[in-house]
Every structure is written in C-alpha cells, then in structure tokens.
C-alpha cells in the first residue's frame, strides 16, 4: 500500500520534472506544458489519496475502481457530455466525482458547480464532489486553514447548489502568487502531512457511506447513463422558482400553521437537576408519568419497530397485534408531548414495515399531530441499504403484485406550538456549512456499523443524532430518548453538551448506555 512518505517523495519528483521542463525552455513557450505537468502531479496523488483513503474502511481493493470516461447527460434534446478527472465506484456504482487542478479560480468553480448539479441528477449515486487544487486562487482561507470555509463568494455559490455537496482540497500552504510559481526551484513548497491526512480524512468519508453496499451486477457507467438519460426543463437548470401571486394572502386563505411562531402558554423553569443526565430502566410509559410538565427541549428517538427483532428483555419479540402496538406508542407520545416544552422539538425515526403494507410512519405522524404537535419537517435519510435489491419482486416483470425496495428510513420531526424555539445564540453549535448541506432533507448516512459491538438489532447511527441536535436544539438544552436503546442519542447528547435522559425497558441496553458515557468521559479525561 502507498504510504504518506511515497506520495511526497512523487510530488517532489514530479515539480522538480517541471522545474526542469522549465529551466530547458531555452526560448520555448513551455507554460503549457508546465501547467499540464502540475495538473497531472494532482491527478496522480489525488488517485494516491484515495487509494489509502479506501484502505481504511475496506481491505477489498477491487471493489474501488477509477476512470475518467465522460458522462452522457441530456437536457431537453441535447447531449452534453461531461468529463471529471477522476469517477470514483465503488462496487462499480458511480460515487464520488474528482475536479484536479493546478487552481481553480471563481469562473471554474461555478463550472465545477453547474457540471456537478447535472451530474447529481443524471447519476443519483454520487453523494460527493471533489475539487482537489495543488494551490489556492479561490479567495478565502483554502490556503491558510486546512478545514477551510472559502470565501464569500464560494459560500454564495455553494448555497445556490444544495444539491450538490462540494469538497475543496487544497494540497499546498499559501495562495497562487503569479510572480512565485511552484516551477521555479526557489518558490518550492513542501507537501505537507496535515493536509495530506486531511485529504484523506475528507475522501474516507465521502466513501464510507458505500461500505455496507454489496457487490452488485457489474456494468459499463457509459451503457448504464445512456439508459437512464435525464430530461428536464431548463428552467430548472437556471433554479428559477415558480412565481406565486398574492402568495401572503394566499397563505392566509389556507391557514396552515406557519405563522405560529410564538409561544402563549404560561411555563414556569423548574429544577431538572435530579432528573437530568440519567439513563432509567423502565416502561417509558410508567416511568414518563412520574416526570413534571413542559421541560424537555428536544425528544430524539426511534420506537421498536414491531419488525421481529430479538431486542433483550423483550417477551413479545417484537411482533405484537398492529393495534395494540400503536395504542402502547400514543400512551407513550401522550406523555412525551406533556413534557415537551413549549417550541420544544419531536423528532422521531421510523421504518415502515413495508411487507406488512404498514405505512408506520403516517399513522405515527396521525397520531402526533392527533395530539396537537405542529409537523415541521421530514427528513428522508438514504441508508443505500441495497442487501435485498436484486429479489423479493412479489410478482416478477408483472403489475399483478410487484413489491417495492426501500433503502431509506424516514425522520418525522413535529414541534409544540411554535415552529421558532429561541435560544441563547452563544449556545448555537452548527457551522454554517453544515446548516447549508443539512437543511437540504435527503440525509446519506450509512447505517450504523457497531451494532454486533453493542448487541442491538436497531441502532441509529451517530451521525443522525449529531445532525438533529445541532440542527434543531441548543447546548445546554435537555434531551430525551424515551427508547433510548443503548444509548446513541444520551452518548451524542453529553458529547455536544447538551444534557440528557434515556429510557429504555432493557436493563442490559441501559447498562451499555451508561458504559459508552464512561468510555467517552474516560476518553475525554485522557485528553
Ligand atoms: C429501535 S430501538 C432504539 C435504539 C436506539 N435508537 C439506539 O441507537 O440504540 C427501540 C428500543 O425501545 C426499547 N423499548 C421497547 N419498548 C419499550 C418501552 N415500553 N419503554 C422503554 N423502552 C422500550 C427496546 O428495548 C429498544 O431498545
């Protein structure tokens, strides 16, 4: 495997190659070749990077593959053929799309951005683009932090393309200095390990999603695109939203619930010290009871799915009639509502149980607003869970009974009288780039992968937690799982300060619960 050292000891091969080409000119116009030289450092190490990037989460190298084959996309009755440096599959589905350049300026990034909006819709496995720049020419921090944020106009140009989740990497300290080229020996610059890591850390990520996909039927990208050529207005190339006229006092005519965004009811603050960063063993719907009105701010969790899983302690092995299991859930939702504050956040994972033609998520969402929540929003988080992709057709390559795959889960996210929870801004903890990508609904995040560590069924992954609380809570603010399981969402709760409850009818869960709050107070003790 290629290690850090390999990659700096190519690079400097390769600039002191274009310092030669350079210092031989002798009267020959050799800027082109010189730029080609420096776009092809990138290209190699940027294949390099992501070769050891893979290395960390699979140690099946033939499932990465990477080439730069054009990509067919038409609009309307054009074809448009787009050319990335590198396409990265994964178990040959198209996953990440790799600009490399000596650096990029604003015009291009806006290609890049226009280019990758296209993709994405043509190629819907993509979940990441990667701009990868041996030098910065963008503006901005790219060549003085390693995590950078970019400059105004990037971040402008970032929030006009949602959809499209761009990385931007750049391999070099400082910015591009016209008079300092990196060809002549005395403006060398070292490559350096932090942001090489970085690099890497930024690519493992990008890919990790992927690692639970299995190896699916091996296909040409070029044959598989022309099949699944996109058409589409080119309005919506331009984001041009519909006009709406009178939209306010069309608004108003619907009344929906949005301008309810203040609070009215009367809540006296009480003392949760004796009640907060807890984890009880119990039935939530006995233990709920015993806890006072209108205190927590945010309830995360997800309920037994009913599904058949062998969850410990559970004597129904949850399978129970439907009716009575949502009757034990609205007893349950009734207490959560009674304790949520007032603009208090309900964000609740479900999985219907689609064989059983179960719509949980819409009966759950009844129930909700039955009680009187305000629906806020539906988060659709893509597993790309694709294990039983290829069978369970129900009536095979016929309309009698054809049964539908799902590689997604959905987040029902309600609130208590008002859409706006106000807070402290000091205890705001999400960056602005998060909020940019996490507003965006459709969450890829791969399903949680310690769950035989754990000895749970069902666990969400970190990352879901992460999101909603940053998303929608303050530090400080009090958390509350009533299914807390072993524990993801008291574990996040604590580490992005926030405090927390967790109830679970598992003594063994509650018991895991508590030890990953030790390991991470240990862990944070020895740092
Ligand atoms: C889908 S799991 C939640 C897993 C959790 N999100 C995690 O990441 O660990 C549902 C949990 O609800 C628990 N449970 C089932 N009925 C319960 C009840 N009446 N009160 C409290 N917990 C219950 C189960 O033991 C199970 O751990």
Redesign the pocket.
């Known amino acids: 495997m290629i290690s850090i050292e390999d990659l700096k000891l190519k690079y400097k091969r390769a600039i002191l190659a274009s310092q030669k080409l350079y210092a031989d000119r002798r009267g020959k116009d050799t800027a082109g070749a010189v730029r080609y030289t420096k776009g092809k450092i990138v290209e190699d190490i940027t294949k390099d990077i992501i070769k050891i990037a893979w290395s960390k989460i699979s140690s099946d190298e033939d499932r990465l593959r990477m080439d730069k084959k054009k990509i067919v996309i038409k609009t309307n009755d054009e074809v448009y053929k787009l050319s990335q440096d590198i396409n990265v599959y994964i178990d040959d589905e198209l996953r990440v799309s790799v600009e490399c350049k000596s650096y990029t300026e604003v015009a291009m990034y806006k290609r890049v951005l226009v280019d990758a909006s296209l993709l994405k819709q043509a190629v819907p496995t993509i979940n990441s683009f990667f701009i990868v720049q041996l030098e910065n020419f963008l503006g901005g921090d790219y060549g003085k932090d390693i995590e950078a944020k970019g400059s105004e106009s990037v971040i402008t140009l970032n929030r006009l393309f949602p959809e499209v989740n761009t990385v931007v990497i750049t391999l070099l300290d400082g910015d591009r200095d016209i008079n300092k080229p990196l060809h002549k020996p005395e403006y060398y610059k070292p490559l350096r390990d932090e942001r090489l890591n970085y690099a890497i850390e930024q690519f493992r990520k990008a890919m990790l999603i992927d690692q639970n996909i299995k190896k699916g039927v091996i296909r040409e990208p070029f044959d598989k695109y022309k099949k699944i050529l996109m058409t589409y207005p080119d309005a919506k190339l331009l984001r041009r939203e519909r006009k709406v006229v009178d939209r306010a006092q069309k608004e108003k005519i619907r009344k929906g619930t949005k301008d309810l965004t203040t609070i009215e009811s009367k809540v006296t603050e009480i003392d949760v010290s004796g009640i907060a960063n807890k984890i009880i063993c119990?039935?939530?719907?006995i233990?709920l009871k015993e806890f006072p009105d209108n205190f927590v701010d945010i309830i995360i969790?997800?309920?037994?799915?009913n599904f058949g899983?062998e969850?410990?302690?559970?004597k129904n092995k949850?399978a129970i009639y439907w009716r009575d299991y949502f009757d034990?859930l609205n007893r349950?939702w009734r207490e959560c509502h009674r304790v949520l504050k007032p603009a208090g956040r309900f964000c609740v994972?479900v999985q219907p149980l689609f064989s059983d033609y179960m719509p949980t998520h819409h009966i759950i969402s009844k129930q909700l607003l039955e009680l009187g929540l305000l629906w806020k929003a539906e988060i659709l988080w893509e597993k790309h869970n694709y294990n039983c992709k290829y069978t369970a057709w129900g009536s095979w390559k016929s309309p009698s009974m054809p049964y539908l795959k799902y590689t997604w889960e959905f987040v029902e996210v309600f609130c208590k009288e008002s859409h706006k929870k106000a807070g402290d801004p000091t205890k705001i903890d999400i960056t602005g780039d998060e909020f940019k990508k996490w507003v965006y609904a459709k969450w890829d995040i791969a399903p949680?992968s310690n769950m035989k560590k754990?000895n749970?069924?069902?666990?969400?992954p970190e990352e879901l937690v992460v999101r909603l609380l940053k998303l929608f809570s303050y530090q400080g603010d009090i958390v509350l799982?009533?299914?807390?399981?072993?524990?993801?969402?008291t574990l996040i709760a604590h580490k992005l300060k926030r405090r927390y409850i967790g109830?679970?009818?598992?003594e063994e869960?509650c018991r895991t619960?508590e030890q990953r709050l030790k390991d991470e107070q240990r862990q944070v003790r020895l740092f």
Not at 301 to 305: D, E, L, N, V
Not at 456 to 460: D, G, S, V, W, Y
């Open positions: 119990g039935d939530s719907e233990i969790t997800s309920p037994p799915y899983l969850y410990k302690d559970d949850d034990k349950i994972n949680e754990y749970h069924p069902a666990m969400f799982d009533p299914f807390n399981g072993v524990g993801t969402t109830i679970d009818i598992s869960y619960a």
